[in-house]
Structures are given as C-alpha cells and as structure tokens.
C-alpha cells in the first residue's frame, strides 16, 4: 500500500481491487461495493463505514 500512496501523491488516479476493506478504506477517495459483478453501492469510504449493511457484511460490525 505504501506504492499506492506513493503513486497517490503524484496525482495519479489508482483503481484498486482489495478484499481487506479496512486497508482499502484507509487509502481510497472513493469506495464502490460490488456484488455479483455489479455496483451495489458508492461512496467515500467514511460514508460507506456509516452503512449498517455495510458494516454488518464487510466490517464485522
């Protein structure tokens, strides 16, 4: 993840493909929760923390 900061830094947009949802929050601007191949949800990542099913499913909440 730190290359991924790194890359940040010099304004590059980076599409990120990450299970580890606490580690791809802490890094993106954005967030999109797909399931079976589909958006189902969009948001930054604090936005999707405060999602009950959000954090039900994919932040052990």
């Known amino acids: 993840f730190a290359t991924i900061a790194e890359i940040r830094r010099h304004g590059v947009t980076v599409l990120l493909v990450e299970q580890n949802v606490h580690l791809a929050f802490g ?5 999109y929760v797909m399931e079976t191949g589909r958006v189902r949800l ?7 923390a405060r999602d009950e099913e959000v954090a039900r499913s994919y932040l052990g909440g």
């Open 27 to 31: 890094i993106a601007d954005r967030a």
């Open 42 to 48: 969009t948001g930054t990542p604090a936005d999707l």
